[in-house]
């Protein structure tokens, strides 16, 4: 299972069923994915633990680290541990809901104080003592308030548990027989286990199993008939085969839909038709970048080895990824894409007609058939495309040259191809 997620993004301290206790596990995922900014949500993550090496699966949308900050922000600030600025959600101890704070004043004898909006115009004017307004804070975005938002709570977010009068930090999701639970740990070191209610709680797995069969059937039997599945803990394991990456995607654009699902643990595989040799798809691919001479696209690189494709792109607008992405994935024959995409500066308008006139330039002093694209990325001329002979290459790096005199360097990856 480890050599399918040979990437450690992060580690967590999250409480180990195991060693029944809280330790550091490694986050591991299939691709190297940057933490920082957070991640997609569905992204399976392999959790091991460093002490016992007992691992689970779970998925990034589960994660506070993963979550941008920009959504899921039903956290609570709690005077004492929260600087509060007006519009901000605020819980005051003993209050049945939080609030909130529509005005922030100090009086002459510069005592301070809240004004809170329950809703239904229902408001009160709370009055802080000096510790309340402390700016040491160990939960800037503030907690969540438990056990009400037991469900929403994310792994790694602090909780304030209301009941306890204490603060802590959630640990983990554990599957408890037939039941989901949130594991938190208490500031005292206690250990707590609180039952998900029922709207938050996963699919018993013979139910789930029989949604997937049903969703199944809106594609065709002959791209489902090889696909084995089975359902665990609110997790889909899909295995089996699929003929392209085209059918495969479709597969998983239509299981992840479900919405009563923790997420997929994919280990479909590819099993084309016929087999091509690595050569042939390398010079199918090579001609999808470029016949499609796409203005967001700034360089590229092939490479086919035991029929995985390697494609590194540097690209102007995400949008050149897509468009690349799902034409590689249509190409029969394919059984694995490895994209590294790498955002690239769009040129100054200047340097954009520049790199036009040249481009220009050198399409009308060679062959019709040669497709040339003239690239400006990280202050280097990439020339890009094919042309049937050596001279030909020769010639246009010359031609280049000479004319971007300017310019720093020049990477020329004509492909030289007769056919
Ligand atoms: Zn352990």
């Known amino acids: 299972m480890k050599s399918k997620f040979p990437f450690r993004i992060t580690e967590e301290h999250l409480f180990c069923r195991h060693c029944c206790n809280l330790q550091l596990h490694g986050i591991y995922a299939k691709e190297t994915y940057s933490v920082r900014g957070g991640l997609l949500p569905k992204i399976p993550l392999l959790c091991i633990c460093d002490s016992c090496q007992t691992y689970h699966i779970a998925f990034s949308q589960e994660f506070a680290f993963a ?15 929260n600087r509060l600025a007006i519009g901000n959600w605020v819980y005051i101890k003993g209050r049945p809901r939080p609030g909130i704070i529509k005005r922030l004043f100090s009086d002459q004898q510069n005592q301070k104080s809240l004004s809170i909006d329950y809703g239904n115009n229902e408001t009160e004017q709370v009055q802080l003592s000096d510790t309340d307004t402390s700016l040491n804070e160990t939960a800037p975005k503030g907690y969540r308030l438990l056990p009400a938002q037991s469900g929403e709570t994310l792994i790694g977010d602090y909780v304030y548990h209301v009941i306890r009068d204490a603060f802590g930090k959630a640990i983990g999701l ?19 286990f609180l039952t998900l209610s029922p709207a938050y709680q996963s699919l018993p797995n013979k139910r ?50 479900i919405t009563s699902m923790r997420g997929i643990f994919n280990t479909l595989t590819i099993k084309p038709k016929e087999n091509q040799p690595d050569n042939i798809l390398e010079d199918k691919l090579c001609r999808i970048f470029e016949d499609a001479l796409h203005p967001d696209l700034a360089y590229y690189e092939i490479k ?17 990824v897509h468009f690349f992405e799902e ?19 769009f040129p100054s308008q200047q340097e954009q007609k520049k790199i036009q006139e040249l481009e220009k330039g050198i399409r009308a002093s060679t062959d019709a058939n040669n497709k040339i694209y003239i690239r400006l990325a990280n202050d280097k001329i990439y020339v890009l495309g094919r042309v049937k002979t050596l001279i030909q290459k020769h010639k246009i790096h010359f031609s280049v040259t000479n004319q971007a005199f300017r310019f720093l360097s020049i990477a020329n990856l004509l492909r030289v191809t007769s056919s």
């Open 174 to 192: 554990v599957h408890d027989g037939e039941t989901d639970k949130l594991a938190i740990q208490l500031e005292d070191s206690t250990i707590l």
């Open 208 to 257: 789930l199993e029989e949604t997937i069969k049903y969703k199944l059937k809106d594609l065709p039997s002959k791209i489902t008939e090889n696909i084995v599945f089975k359902a665990k803990s609110g997790i889909l394991y899909l295995s089996g085969t699929v003929e392209s990456l085209a059918e495969r995607r479709q597969v998983l654009d239509l299981l992840n839909t």
């Open 67 to 81: 979550v941008q900050d920009s959504s899921n922000q039903e956290y609570a600030k709690i005077p004492g541990k």
């Open 327 to 345: 034409q590689i994935e249509q190409l029969p024959g394919i059984v694995e894409l490895s994209l590294l995409p790498e955002c690239v500066i």
């Open 304 to 320: 086919v080895n035991n029929r995985i494709a390697q494609v590194r792109i540097g690209y102007y607008s995400e949008q050149a």
